[in-house]
């Protein structure tokens, strides 16, 4: 701290005054804790300190909170997914879809996405009540620190968009397994149509029913 001179020349010298330690005693601290009055936002504070001791009592929480979801994706409780869905034109006949399909997933390889993590990916076929043509990928992976929006984005600005013949990218946020089963065919009953003739689709033309990427 630079020391104060006599304000001879009436500037003001606030800036440099002592600001309160943000470290509260190890005795308040404890105190605060025993008494839990700080969980409650609605409680006032009664002085400085006290405040001080709220913010490192939030601060303890919040890295207890990363730490859990840390250990909680390790073991697979709670782990954050992604589900991309990238719509094939659908007026190719068969064969040229399928060679399409794979011209997207070879593009998305080429692209080393930082955000394809674990993936896995399914080519399907058929959608809607009447089971509809309507070619399709499906690609599951982990969520990390982007958000789906960006991640709809990189894919509208990719060499696999301006490439392949693809349109309607969307991508879900999700939780656990759930993605994962999707792409691995379990889902709805009310999709257990589409998901036969998907299969029927498949075993034709000597498709998996889904890659690891």
Known sequence: MIPLKNNEEGLDYSQYMPTPTAA????ALAEAKAREMFDD???PYNNTEEFLIYL???ANKAKKLQRQKLENRIAGVNKQTLLITISVDNSMNEAKTIDEM???MEQFKKSNYKWLKNAA???EFYSGRA???NPHIHICSDKIGISASQIRQAIDRSPCRKKTKTYNTNVVCGTDDQHERYVRGEKQDSKESNT???NEFREKYKIKSY???
Not at 24 to 27: E, K, W
């Open 211 to 213: 890659y690891n990427l």
């Open 24 to 27: 509260a005693s190890r005795n």
């Open 121 to 123: 990916y399914t080519y």
């Open 41 to 43: 936002p609605s409680v």
């Open 102 to 104: 794979d011209e997207v």
């Open 56 to 58: 490192d009592i939030m």
């Open 131 to 133: 089971s509809t043509w």
């Open 196 to 198: 036969l003739k998907d």
